[in-house]
């Protein structure tokens, strides 16, 4: 088993809630020890992988700090202090798109970075979804709604149009959910 010894703060970005960076010693199970194993606190979040009942995915076209160009996002965001993945993620639904959705499938809890930390991803495939009221987001980056076929949503997939690790790894998902496809081939069968 892997044992942290020690943990030494080295940076904590204004009040600590979306970044610190500690130095940890870790030992491993065979007694070897590492003094500074660097780690990286960031909040959990969630993603959401939504479809309309018109067997749309709701996704954004956007730019981002880190990313170089546009990208296509699904929604998404951290979560509050003591709130569920779950209720974080129709929190930012909500939020982010103005939709609310009938079904919610869980697509599994992640660790970012398995050496480093770095957060925790919730992913979430909602299907069912309907606009309910305006968007009432807090983002920074100017973002377009975009309604995507199943099919265009597998070809900008397969182009590395999702250039955010979680992000791509989140529609991967829930593309492989049975709901999924179900969702979007109901919706196109009437």
Same mark, same amino acid.
């Given at each position: 088993m892997i044992k942290t010894l020690r943990r030494t703060p080295l940076l904590t970005m204004g009040d600590g809630r979306f970044l610190k960076v500690e130095a940890h010693e870790v030992e491993f199970a065979d007694g070897c020890v590492v003094p500074d194993w660097?780690? $990286?606190?960031? /909040?959990?979040? &969630?993603?959401? *992988? /939504? $479809?309309?009942t018109s067997g749309r995915l709701l996704c954004f076209r956007q730019e981002k700090y880190a990313v170089d160009g546009l990208t296509l996002a699904p929604p998404g965001g951290y979560l509050e202090p003591g709130e569920? /993945? =779950? @209720?974080?993620? #129709? #929190?930012? =639904? @909500?939020?982010?798109?103005g939709y609310v959705a009938a079904n919610w499938y869980? @697509? +599994?809890?992640? *660790? $970012?970075?398995?050496? #480093?930390?770095?957060? &925790?991803?919730? !992913? !979430? =495939?909602?299907? +069912?979804? &309907?606009w309910q009221q305006p968007i009432h987001a807090d983002d920074l980056e100017v973002q377009k709604l975009l309604l995507l076929s199943r099919e265009d949503v597998m070809q900008a997939l397969a182009a590395g149009e999702f250039k955010v690790l979680p992000w791509a790894a989140c529609v991967a998902l829930a593309l492989l959910h049975p709901a999924f496809a179900a969702a979007t081939l109901a919706a196109n069968s009437h």
């Open positions: 660097g780690w $990286v606190e960031s /909040p959990a979040f &969630v993603n959401i *992988v /939504p $479809v309309t569920e /993945p =779950l @209720l974080a993620a #129709r #929190r930012e =639904l @909500l939020e982010e798109t869980a @697509l +599994g809890s992640y *660790v $970012v970075d398995g050496n #480093r930390g770095n957060g &925790v991803a919730h !992913f !979430f =495939l909602a299907t +069912g979804a &309907v």
